[in-house]
């Protein structure tokens, strides 16, 4: 009973770092329909910014999270202006091919940079390492608390920014309707812009979390990572905000209990095959409604 | 106050505007009648920027504005309810309203606004929490009209108001668009429906693949043999 709350807290800390990365998978798919694989590349790229303000620009903590969620909102922004907005009109296969390629360009620009080898994340300050004993074997760790802090404290934001902004509004309305949302004045390239900020924020500072929880960074780290986000927002229902959470937290959990009780090298097995369960038995998701392909 | 000045749109190799003109003077209600794939929803899809026009102009208040963004039209106050209305279905109501009036930052201006369109629209006012995609046909058609109205329209498209919708409703639809112009404001009306759509219209425009073959006053040509054979049902 001990350990399975010990992996259950584990797994809410490893899930609410998926859940930040679903996030910005299901937003840009809600708003124009694409799996930006290039995502989990742009958290990898904030997992080094925050390195480097950490080590050589010696910031604190929460300045270099800051620096890394600023870089990636501005480099998410980018590529879609570069890559994916030339290409509106064009398939979604264009598209999802190009993002491909864009994830391939972020790794190995990074490797040229920085080189294959990975680096060990520079450690938190005392107050962020301390422990906190619940029983002799229930322990939370500060860097738990932290990430759990962060990422709550980010979703929160997000909703907020959704719901009740103008902004937010106008990203509900193009990914109901692009369209009708024209017609309303909504200038539709902004808010797609807007919403590769958010959600490239997002990834960034879950790059800076993961390289404080792992403790352990390299230029391909975005992709398995990157690929989990992906079941977990395809799992609560792609598109869906809430679901991307709840597709997180699960995926999060499942992995460690996976892991926690023995089974190590099978966890990543057994998210893939959540996937594919989850593509058998409701393509939608858990939040999804099964909706009949228009003709 | 609205012109269309020989506009071209393609599809690809498809002409779907073969170049027609139309005019609508300020304070008028001008229909635009015609089967179905006749253009009538390519013209105003284009007039609102959605399409791009091949040849041809569109002005609206005497500027060109055939190549500005759909965004600088609404500003202009070009304001279109699309055909199927098209309301955002996962927002609420009142939700849907507030994104008519997007471009409009007068908090207080856009309060009445919604007054007078809860007014107009009673039932909208009861169903505000409701999410839009719960509503019956009717009451979508008065919430697009709503969202529309929010906008403070000069010059009001409307793209088949009365499509799918029981007779009763298309009455009283059709009665709301003759006093939401009666209150100041320029109406450019797209219908099948052309026997509803000639009573409340002051002139009309055929349309046939794409071109304008009859225009007139809307009085005339209710009367005219050739509508009444082809679009009055003999």
């Known amino acids: ?295 | 106050m609205f012109e269309i000045h020989d506009l071209q749109v393609r599809y690809g190799a498809i002409e779907a505007l073969k170049g027609i003109s139309l005019e609508v003077n300020e304070g008028e209600i001008v229909t635009l009648i015609g089967a179905n794939g006749a253009g009538k929803t390519t013209t105003l899809r284009t007039s609102s920027g959605l399409e791009r026009a091949y040849r041809g102009k569109i002005v609206l208040n005497g500027a060109d504005i055939t190549r500005a963004p759909a965004q600088s039209r609404v500003k202009k106050g070009l304001v279109q309810v699309p055909e199927g209305r098209r309301v955002f279905p996962k927002m609420s109501v009142l939700e849907n309203l507030q994104l008519g009036a997007y471009l409009h930052h007068d908090k207080a201006k856009n309060t009445k606004t919604l007054e007078q369109v809860f007014q107009r629209f009673p039932r909208l006012a009861d169903r505000r929490r409701q999410l839009a995609g719960t509503l019956s046909g009717g009451e979508q058609q008065m919430l697009a009209m709503g969202r529309a109205l929010m906008n403070q329209p000069k010059v009001l498209l409307l793209d088949e108001p009365s499509m799918g919708l029981a007779p009763l409703l298309v009455k009283e639809i059709f009665s709301i668009i003759r006093a939401i112009n009666e209150a100041g404001t320029t109406v450019l009306l797209v219908e099948q429906n052309a026997h509803m759509a000639l009573q409340i219209a002051h002139r009309a425009y055929v349309i046939e693949t794409g071109t304008i073959v009859l225009s007139g006053k809307a009085s005339e040509l209710a009367d005219s043999d050739e509508v009444k054979q082809a679009y009055l049902g003999g």
């Open chain 1, 1 to 295: 009973m001990e350990q399975l709350i010990q992996q259950l807290i584990n797994g809410l800390a490893l899930g609410s770092i998926y859940a930040l990365i679903a996030l910005g998978y299901t937003m840009i798919y809600g708003i124009i329909q694409l799996i930006n694989f290039a995502h989990g590349d742009i958290f990898m790229v904030g997992a080094f910014v925050g390195y480097a303000g950490m080590t050589t620009l010696r910031l604190n903590f929460f300045a270099s999270l800051a620096l890394a969620i600023i870089t990636c909102l501005l480099l998410g922004v980018l590529i879609e202006r570069v890559a994916y907005k030339p290409l509106r009109k064009q398939t979604r296969l264009a598209v999802l091919i190009t993002a491909i390629g864009m994830s391939f360009l972020l790794e190995y620009t990074m490797m040229y940079f920085v080189g294959p080898d990975p680096r060990a994340y520079p450690a938190l300050p005392d107050f962020m390492r301390a422990t906190i004993k619940i029983t002799d074997n229930i322990v939370i760790t500060g860097a738990q608390i932290l990430i759990l802090a962060v990422s709550i404290t980010l979703m929160i934001a997000l909703q907020l920014i959704v719901r009740y902004t103008r902004i937010g509004k106008a990203m509900r309305a193009v990914s109901q309707d692009p369209d009708a949302a024209r017609l309303q004045g909504i200038n539709v390239d902004t808010t797609i812009s807007f919403t590769f900020a958010i959600g490239s924020a997002l990834a960034g500072a879950a790059g800076v979390l993961v390289g404080v929880y792992y403790n352990s960074i390299n230029p391909l780290m975005g992709i398995l990572p990157g690929l989990k986000a992906f079941v977990a927002a395809v799992l609560g229902g792609i598109g869906i905000i809430p679901g991307a959470l709840l597709g997180g937290f699960l995926i999060g959990g499942v992995e460690t209990l996976v892991a926690g009780y023995g089974f190590s090298s099978w966890k990543d097995a057994v998210v893939f095959a959540i996937l594919i369960l989850i593509l058998i038995l409701k393509p939608s998701g858990l939040l999804g409604k099964n909706v009949k392909e228009k003709v």
